[in-house]
């Protein structure tokens, strides 16, 4: 893994995050990461802006479905660690533990399977932090199965929303 980004690659990866307006309903400003999982130096950029922090601390990544999978392999490559995946109810063959959480509207469900040894350290990865239910839900999960969070990092933290105060320390690439 190579040392963290510049400023200047920090600033040209942002910028190709598209704002969508009124999507998927009105008043909401979706955050359309696409392009820039499509332009290598800028998922490179981002991928190594959030392992850097948590550089030797951690065996595997675990992303989060859905994009949170994108980013959790990026940064698996870039940190030379294995990937864990967090889905979504039902999409395992062989789920170990789960899950419930609040949402806006209703209640999901994450599980995981037990792959991994027994404390095995992992950064948990999302690609935006808003309310935080998804990734304390990830966190509570790690914990359920008996692996040691070594941190949680997303690409960016909607900040008005709140997220940190219900999943604790994170460490955002963006804050909008």
Sequence with gaps: MTAAPSAADLARAE??????????????????IS??????????????AMVAPFAGTF????????????????????????????RKAGKLPRPAGSVDYALEYGTATIEMSDDLAPGTRVLLVDDVLATGGTLRAGQQLLEQLGYALAGTAVLMELAELGGRDVCGPVHSVFTV
């Design 15 to 32: 910028s190709l995050i598209a704002t969508i307006p009124d999507f998927p309903e009105p008043g909401i400003l979706f955050r359309d």
């Design 59 to 86: 065996d595997v990544v675990a992303g989060v479905e859905a994009r949170g999978f994108l980013l959790a392999g990026a940064l698996a490559v870039a940190s030379g660690t294995g990937l864990a995946p967090i």
């Design 35 to 48: 392009p820039l999982l499509a332009d290598a130096a800028g998922l490179r950029t981002v991928a190594e």
